[in-house]
């Protein structure tokens, strides 16, 4: 995303689903998709800010300390989903539209193959975030239920 092969002004239309969140610059993305694209053209995004994910627990504790271990170590740029209208109008787009949404997940093998709550939970144990027992009882609760867990996607409209 940072130099894409294309010349200036050439694409009418772009797409991207949930890359910024792993790119080095997203700033510097956006500008080269904004390059790349001719006057009136329009880029999607679709990026989740993971700030706002949210895992039922009685202990919210231990949700709090999930969310901030996806926040401060497991993804890039985490809050993305939220910054991307002030990013893109940054880079010099309109941005006529965000829409987001809020997927509810109340079965966890769907959550945990989308949000990775399990593999999330044993990395937050390597990091420090929590205790291998209380990565337990987490998994332990979400496996038991009921089970709530929810994130919210955005979709940002940009148009050069």
């Known amino acids: 995303m940072h130099e894409l092969p294309l010349p200036d002004r050439t694409a009418d239309r772009a797409r991207t689903d949930r890359v910024p969140q792993h790119v080095a610059d997203p700033v510097r993305a956006l500008r080269e998709a904004r390059r790349v694209l001719r006057p009136g053209g329009r880029l999607v995004m679709g990026e989740p800010d993971w700030g706002t994910l949210t895992v039922d627990h ?3 504790g231990l949700s ?3 969310t901030q271990y996806v926040t401060d170590e497991a993804v890039r740029n985490a809050r993305i989903g939220s910054q991307l209208a002030r990013l893109a109008t940054g ?17 966890l093998r769907a959550a945990d193959a989308i949000l990775g709550l399990e593999r999330t939970a044993r990395r937050a144990v390597n990091a420090g975030y929590f205790t291998e027992e209380a990565a337990r009882r987490l998994l332990d609760h979400l496996t038991e239920g009921p089970f709530l867990a929810t994130v919210t996607l955005y ?5 050069s």
């Not at 880079?91 to 079965?107: C, L």
């Not at 979709?155 to 148009?159: G, K, L």
């Open 91 to 107: 880079a010099g787009f309109a941005v006529p539209a965000v829409i987001p949404v809020t997927p509810v997940f109340r079965d």
């Open 64 to 66: 709090r300390a999930c």
């Open 58 to 60: 009685p202990d919210s």
């Open 155 to 159: 979709i940002v409209v940009a148009e």
